[in-house]
Every structure is written in C-alpha cells, then in structure tokens.
C-alpha cells in the first residue's frame, strides 16, 4: 500500500517555474515507478512524466520535454516535478501516481494522490 500527497502547486506567471512535490508512505515505495499527470478542466487526464523506480529512467509527454524535469529521493520517500518556462496551457490539476511499472499508462497505475492546483496567467 502506498499513500501519496502532493504539494507546491500555486498561481505563477507564464515564464515562471514551480516545483511539485510527492510525499509518498509506505515502507516499499522505493520498489514503485512514479508519474505524474495533469488534468485540466473538460479535457482528459494526460501523462506528463515518469521516473523509474531507482531513478535512472525517466519519461516525458512531448510538451513538457526540455522544461519539466522529474526526480526522486527514496531516503525521504519523495517524488518531485521541476516546471519550468511555464505556459498557460500547463494549467491543470496536476497528481503523482505510484505503480510497480514504468509506464505513461495512466490506466496502469494503482495509486494516486488528491492532486495539487497549478494555474499559468498570461
């Protein structure tokens, strides 16, 4: 079983960056790959990034590439997503999710959080 709580979303500027955090529970988590997703209003949840379960692989949906960057500490149970040069489209609900495999596969994965606000003006 693992338990995920998001933070650090927030109202930034178009150019200005945020960093989310996942603070995960369960004495396993380091056996889980890590995505996060984002969810804007009337429109369907869709990937964003992955990380591997030791940290040495990583994922990107093509509109964040080259200004989101994923990373994870398993000393401190944490998952984080670095957005940078932010637009206006990447408003949305953004959640972590946990799942044994590494996938963009939101389907796939068994564990979520209650997701965290990120809203880009123009």
């Known amino acids: 079983q693992v338990q995920l709580v998001e933070s650090g979303g927030g109202l930034v500027q178009a150019g200005g960056s945020l960093r989310l955090s996942c603070a995960a529970s369960?004495?396993?988590?380091?056996?889980?790959?890590v995505g996060w997703f984002r969810q804007a209003p009337g429109k369907e949840r869709e990937f964003v990034a992955a990380?591997?379960?030791?940290?040495?692989?990583?994922y990107y949906a093509d509109s964040v590439k080259g200004r989101f960057i994923i990373s994870r500490d398993n000393t401190k149970n944490m998952v984080y997503l670095q957005m940078n040069s932010l637009k206006p489209e990447d408003t949305a609900v953004y959640y972590c999710a946990a799942d044994p495999r590494f996938t963009h596969d939101y389907t796939s994965y068994d564990y979520w959080g209650q997701g965290t606000q990120v809203t880009v003006s123009s």
């Open positions: 990380i591997s379960w030791g940290g040495s692989s990583t």
């Open positions: 369960g004495r396993t988590f380091s056996r889980y790959a």
